[in-house]
C-alpha cells in the first residue's frame, strides 16, 4: 500500500523512478482512498476515475519507455469546479451550471495536464467563489477533515479538504478574498494566493475579474513551488497577465535566505481576534527571529477601508460576471415561461443560490446611474490608497506576518443565518487582494480544540519566491504541516 | 418655401475589415459561412472565457481619428455596457465610454463643416433570426459568426440641416474608411450602418428640440437619403399639427418607403457602464522606445500609415496635371484609380500628357465593362501601357481611333502595344505623298460634298475626313488628311 499521508511530489516521482509503484496503482489507490473517506468529507462534485486511468496508464508507458518525467508526471490532482475542464462537467458550485461541461480547458488546467499531471476529480466549492464555508454549494456541504462537524472554509473548501485528506497532492485553487488562504488554513495545508497577472485566469469562471487569482493547495511549500513553475507565465488568453522575468521557485528554495525584516501589522492582531490564534501566529514569528530575521510591530492605517473597497469591487464585476448565465447557450435553462423575459428570470431565478443573487444584487445597485461615483469609483480610489501602504510598508519590511482568519473553523451552520458575518470571517485575507500583492498560507499550530491555525505572508508584487523561502525554512524547523487528520 | 429645418445628427457603426475578431483570434471572414463556424469560448461568452483587444483594430480606429481631426485620448479603456439580449452572450458589450480613443474631430462637406463628437471601439453581438413557421410556431434562432467582430462607432454633432448632406456625408466617410483600408464600408452588406437622429425645429430657432426620432435599417444610401426625407416631412406634418414627435426609434421599410414605429424609449436606459476589468487601460505611446515590448501602440506609426485624404487629392490633382475639378474628383473617389493613374502618369516621358491620360481613364476606361465589373486592380491593361499608349497617340504614331481599337485589345485579351500594333499594321500614316493620293481619289470620288464645301460649307470638310480616314482605315494623319484636302480643295 502506498503510503498517501507522506505522499509529495518528489517522492511520488522517487517511487516512479524506482518502480516501487505504477502510476496506475498511485491512480487506483488514490480512488480508492477517494471511496473511503469521501462520504464523510464530500469534497468532489464530480470525479473522473476513467478518464484519470486512462491517463496512468499513459504515463506508465512513457516511465517504461525510459523518458524523463516532466515536473508533475503522474501526480494526481484535483480542481475547484470554477475551473473549466474539457469534457469535465463545470459547475462552479452552481446549480445553473448543473450538466455544463466546457469544451475547453482553463490555461491552468492545461498547463498541468502538459507536464503530465491527471485530474482525479472536480472540488465542491461555494458558488462562483461566493462563501467561506462551503456551505452556499449548490451540491453539498463539505467537510473538514480535522473534525467532520466543522466547515473546511471557503470558498474552495473541496480542493483544501482533498489535500488535507490526500485525496490528490495538490489542488488548483482561485482566490478572490481569501478562498484559497482561509480554506488552506481551516484544513491546514499550505495554500498560495499568488500575485494579481502572474497566473491566467483564462477558463476560470470570474468572480471580481480584478480581484480574482489563480492558486494552489499542497501539503508542504515545496509541492507549492513545483505547481507554480508550471503554472505561471504570461498568457495571450489573458490580457491581464503580465511578463515577468521566469523564475524556479523550486531551485530558489534551496538558495541562502537572507536575514529579513517582517513586519506583524497590528491591525490583525487586535482583540477581536481568537487569543489561541494570536498566540500561534506570534509564536511562529518569534521561531523565525530565532533564524536571524527580526520581527516587529508595524502598522497599516488604511487596513480598515480594505474590506468595503474589496468587496464594493468584487460584487459589482460580479454583477456583470454573472450575466452570462442567462440559460440561453449553456447550462440549466427553464422554457416553461412565453418570452425570454421568462427563462432569463426563471432560469437564474431558480438556480442562483441566494448568495449569488445577494451579490448580484448589491453589485448592481453599486454600479447604477448616481451611486458608481459613490461606490464602484470610490473603492477604486480606495485600492490605490490601499496599495500605496502596502508599498510603503515594504520599503521598510521585506514581508509581513498576519493570521490568515480571525476565528477558529467554525461549525456547519453557525454562520449560515447572518451573512454579515459571514462575510467579516474573511476580514484578514479580502485585505490583501485589493492590492494584488501575494500571499502565501501555512500551518503554523492547532487551538486546544485540536483545530487547525494558520498564518499568512505577505509581500510585495511579484515576491513569490521570498514568500515561498521563508515558508520553506519554516517548515524545514517546525512539523505542523505534516500532521494529518484523523477521519473516522 | 417651409418655416421648419431639420436638425440632424449620425450614430455611424463601421465593421472593422481586420482578419481576426476584436477580442479572440477568430476569423472575421464568415459571410459564405454556416451559422456559429466562427465562434470560440470567448466569443460565445462561455464561462471563463476572457477578451484580448486586437491591436490592429485600436490602430485603425485612431487612423480613422487622425483622418478627421481628432483629439486622440492617449490614456483610454474600455467599458462594459450592461444589458440582456440573447445575441449578446456575455450580458454586457465591451465598448468604451467616458474615453474614446478619438474625440473632437470634424469633416467638411459641401463646404459645410460637421462636427465628429467621437470615435470609438467597441465589439458587435450576434444575429438573431426571427422565424414563425407555416403552423404559428415562433422561435428565435442565434448566429454568433458576428459576436465580437470589430465595430467603430462615429458620432457626430447634429450639425446637419439636409437628407442631401447626410447622403454626402456618409458617403464620404465610406470613401475614407476605403481609403484608410480599415472597412469595406459597404451599406448593403451591413458593415457600415447610418443611424440618423432626427427632430425638426423652425427656422430661426436656437438648441436642441425636445425629441429626436432615430431611424434604423437603412441598408443602402439612397434609403438613408430617402428615409432622411420622409421622416422630415412626417415630424413637420405633426408640428404643423401643433403637437410634438414621440421620441422613438422607428425602422425603414423600403418597400413601403416609409418608416415605422420600432421602439418607444421609455426613460433613459441604466447600462451601468463600469471599466472592463478584464482588459488593463490602453496607454497610447508617441514613439517607439528601445526598451518597449511589442503590445505597445504607437502614435507616430499610425500617423506614418495615414494616406494623402480625397480633398487634398483633388487639389492636388488640379494643380499637377491642369484637370478640372470635376475630373479631379472623379480620379479620386477611390484610391485604386488616383493611384492608377498617378502610376499611369508617372511613367509618361512628356508630363503634359497627364490631362489626357486623365481623359482617357474617365471616358475609356471607366466607361468600359472591364472596369465596372471587376475595378481598377484586375485590368489587363497596365499603368504604364496607357502611358505609352497616350503617348503614341499624342507624338502621332498612331491615330486616336486607332488608339481606341488598342485600348479595346488590351482591356478584353491584354498584350503588348508595339505588337498591336505591327499585326495589326495600325501605324498611322503621315506619308503626304501615299496620302494625297486618297484624297484625290475620296475628291473624285464626292462631288456633291466637294461642291458644298466650295460654296462655304464648312461642315463637308468633316465628311471628307471622314471618307480618308475610312479609304485608310483609320490609321491617317487626321492633320495631314486636313491640310491636303484644304489645300487641293483650294
Redesign the interface.
Known amino acids: 500500500m502506498i503510503n498517501f499521508e507522506d505522499l509529495t511530489i518528489k517522492r511520488l516521482h522517487e517511487g516512479y523512478k524506482k518502480d516501487e509503484f505504477t502510476c496506475t496503482e498511485v491512480i487506483k489507490q488514490t480512488f480508492a482512498r477517494i471511496k473511503k473517506l469521501e462520504p464523510q468529507i464530500k469534497a468532489f462534485i464530480t470525479l473522473t476515475e476513467k478518464q484519470a486511468l486512462e491517463k496512468a496508464q499513459e504515463v506508465d508507458k512513457r516511465i517504461n519507455s525510459g523518458k524523463e518525467l516532466r515536473a508533475l508526471e503522474g501526480v494526481p490532482y484535483s480542481a475547484k469546479d470554477v475551473f473549466c475542464t474539457k469534457g469535465v462537467q463545470s459547475t462552479g458550485g452552481s446549480g445553473i451550471l448543473e450538466g455544463f461541461i466546457p469544451p475547453y480547458n482553463a490555461t491552468a488546467i492545461r498547463k498541468v495536464e502538459e507536464v503530465g499531471a491527471i485530474l482525479i476529480g472536480k472540488n465542491n466549492c461555494d458558488p462562483f467563489g461566493f462563501g467561506s464555508s462551503t456551505e452556499n454549494s449548490y451540491y453539498q456541504v463539505t467537510r473538514n477533515p480535522w473534525n467532520t462537524e466543522y466547515v473546511p472554509g471557503g470558498s474552495s473548501g473541496g480542493s483544501a479538504a482533498a489535500v488535507s485528506a490526500n485525496m490528490g497532492i495538490f489542488s488548483l485553487g482561485e482566490d478572490t478574498g481569501g478562498s484559497i488562504r482561509q480554506p488552506a488554513c481551516f484544513c491546514s495545508v499550505s495554500g498560495l494566493k499568488v500575485t494579481y497577472g502572474l497566473v491566467s485566469r483564462f477558463g476560470v469562471m470570474s468572480y471580481g475579474s480584478s480581484l480574482d487569482t489563480i492558486g494552489a493547495f499542497a501539503g508542504t511549500v515545496e509541492d507549492l513551488s513545483v505547481v507554480l513553475n508550471v503554472i505561471a507565465g504570461k498568457d495571450e488568453d489573458d490580457a491581464t497577465t503580465s511578463e515577468q522575468p521566469r523564475i524556479n521557485y523550486l531551485l530558489n528554495l534551496k538558495e541562502n535566505l537572507p536575514k529579513l525584516k517582517i513586519g506583524l501589522p497590528k491591525e490583525y492582531f487586535t482583540e477581536d481576534v481568537d487569543p489561541e490564534i494570536i498566540k500561534a501566529v506570534k509564536k511562529a514569528a518569534s521561531d523565525l527571529t530565532k533564524q536571524g530575521h527580526t520581527v516587529s510591530e508595524v502598522s497599516l492605517p488604511y487596513t480598515k477601508y480594505a474590506i468595503a473597497a474589496y468587496y464594493l469591487s468584487g460584487i459589482s464585476e460580479v454583477s456583470a460576471n454573472l450575466a452570462r448565465y442567462d440559460g440561453i447557450r449553456f447550462g440549466y435553462s427553464d422554457q416553461s415561461g412565453q418570452d425570454i423575459n421568462s427563462v432569463y428570470l426563471n432560469s437564474r431565478g431558480k438556480r442562483f443560490e441566494d448568495e449569488a443573487k445577494r451579490r448580484i444584487m448589491v453589485g448592481t445597485y453599486a454600479l447604477s446611474s448616481g451611486y458608481y461615483d459613490a461606490y464602484y469609483q470610490k473603492a477604486q480610489q480606495v485600492r490605490t490608497l490601499l496599495k500605496q501602504d502596502f508599498e510603503r510598508k515594504f520599503q521598510e519590511y521585506d514581508l509581513l506576518i498576519a493570521p490568515v482568519s480571525p476565528v477558529l473553523p467554525f461549525k456547519v451552520g453557525e454562520n449560515m443565518d447572518d451573512p454579515l458575518k459571514m462575510w467579516l470571517v474573511d476580514a484578514f485575507t479580502v485585505t490583501i487582494n485589493p492590492s494584488g500583492i501575494p500571499s502565501l498560507a501555512i500551518p503554523c499550530g492547532f487551538s486546544d480544540s485540536n483545530l487547525p491555525i494558520g498564518m499568512q505572508i505577505i509581500g510585495p508584487m511579484n515576491s513569490e519566491k521570498l514568500l515561498l523561502q521563508l515558508a520553506n525554512q519554516y517548515q524545514s524547523i517546525t512539523d505542523w504541516h505534516l500532521r494529518k487528520p484523523r477521519i473516522k | 418655401m417651409s418655416n421648419y429645418e431639420p436638425v440632424i445628427g449620425l450614430e455611424i457603426h463601421v465593421q472593422l475589415n481586420t482578419k481576426s475578431k476584436m477580442f479572440c483570434r477568430c476569423g472575421t471572414d464568415y459571410r459564405d459561412d454556416l451559422p456559429n463556424t466562427h465562434c470560440c469560448?470567448t466569443c460565445?461568452?462561455?464561462?471563463?472565457?476572457?477578451?484580448?483587444?486586437n491591436k490592429k483594430a485600436i490602430q485603425d480606429v485612431i487612423l480613422m481619428g487622425l483622418a478627421l481631426d481628432c483629439e486622440i485620448n492617449k490614456n483610454s479603456y474600455f467599458a462594459?455596457k450592461?444589458y440582456?439580449y440573447?445575441d449578446l452572450?456575455?450580458?454586457?458589450q465591451i465598448t468604451q465610454y467616458d474615453k474614446p480613443f478619438c474625440h473632437d474631430g470634424k469633416l467638411v462637406v459641401n463646404d459645410k463643416t460637421v462636427g465628429i463628437t467621437r470615435i470609438h471601439l467597441e465589439e458587435d453581438t450576434g444575429k438573431s433570426m426571427h422565424i414563425t413557421e407555416k403552423g404559428g410556431e415562433e422561435y428565435?434562432l442565434?448566429d454568433f459568426n458576428k459576436s465580437g467582430i470589430p465595430l467603430m462607432e462615429l458620432v457626430t454633432e447634429p450639425d446637419f440641416r439636409k437628407a442631401e448632406d447626410v447622403f454626402d456625408f456618409a458617403k464620404k466617410i465610406r470613401q475614407i474608411v476605403r481609403y484608410l483600408d480599415i472597412s469595406d464600408g459597404d451599406m448593403e452588406k451591413g458593415n457600415l450602418r447610418v443611424e440618423p437622429n432626427i427632430s425638426v425645429r423652425k427656422v430661426g430657432e436656437k438648441g436642441l428640440p425636445k425629441y429626436k426620432v432615430e431611424i434604423k435599417n437603412l441598408n443602402s444610401f439612397t434609403s438613408l437619403k430617402r428615409g432622411v426625407e420622409f421622416e422630415v416631412k412626417r415630424q413637420i406634418s405633426i408640428l404643423e399639427k401643433g403637437e410634438i414627435p414621440i421620441q422613438e426609434t422607428r425602422g425603414w421599410n423600403d418597400d413601403k418607403q416609409s418608416t415605422y414605429t420600432q421602439r418607444i424609449k421609455e426613460e433613459a436606459h441604466?447600462y451601468?457602464?463600469?471599466p472592463e476589468?478584464?482588459?488593463?487601460p490602453i496607454e497610447l505611446k508617441e514613439s517607439k522606445q528601445a526598451k518597449d515590448?511589442t503590445d505597445e501602440i504607437y502614435l507616430d506609426e499610425i500617423r506614418n500609415k495615414l494616406p494623402e485624404l480625397p480633398n487634398i487629392k483633388v487639389g492636388r490633382f488640379v494643380k499637377d496635371f491642369g484637370i478640372t475639378e470635376y475630373d479631379a474628383q472623379v480620379l479620386t473617389e477611390e484610391i485604386e484609380i488616383a493611384k492608377w493613374f498617378e502610376e499611369s502618369v508617372k511613367s509618361l516621358k512628356d508630363k503634359k500628357h497627364g490631362k489626357k491620360v486623365a481623359n482617357w481613364i474617365i471616358t475609356e476606361i471607366m466607361g468600359s465593362s472591364q472596369y465596372q465589373l471587376s475595378g481598377v486592380n484586375k485590368l489587363k491593361i497596365q499603368p504604364l501601357q496607357l502611358a505609352d499608349l497616350v503617348t503614341n497617340v499624342e507624338d502621332g504614331k498612331i491615330s486616336r481611333p486607332s488608339g481606341k481599337e488598342i485600348l479595346n485589345i488590351l482591356l478584353t485579351e491584354g498584350g503588348d502595344i508595339e505588337e498591336i500594333i505591327q499585326n495589326k499594321g495600325l501605324e498611322q500614316v503621315s506619308d503626304t505623298g501615299a496620302l494625297e493620293e486618297v484624297v484625290k481619289k475620296v475628291i473624285v470620288a464626292n462631288p456633291k460634298p466637294v461642291a458644298d464645301y466650295k460654296v462655304g460649307k464648312k461642315a463637308s470638310l468633316q465628311f471628307l475626313i471622314g471618307m480618308v480616314m475610312r479609304e485608310t482605315k483609320g490609321k491617317a494623319d487626321v492633320k495631314i488628311v486636313n491640310q491636303k484636302l484644304t489645300e487641293l480643295l483650294g
Do not use: E, M, Q, S
Open positions: 469560448p460565445l461568452g462561455l464561462p471563463g472565457a476572457l477578451p484580448v483587444p462594459r450592461n440582456f440573447p452572450p456575455k450580458g454586457y428565435t442565434l441604466d451601468r457602464y463600469f476589468p478584464d482588459i488593463p515590448n
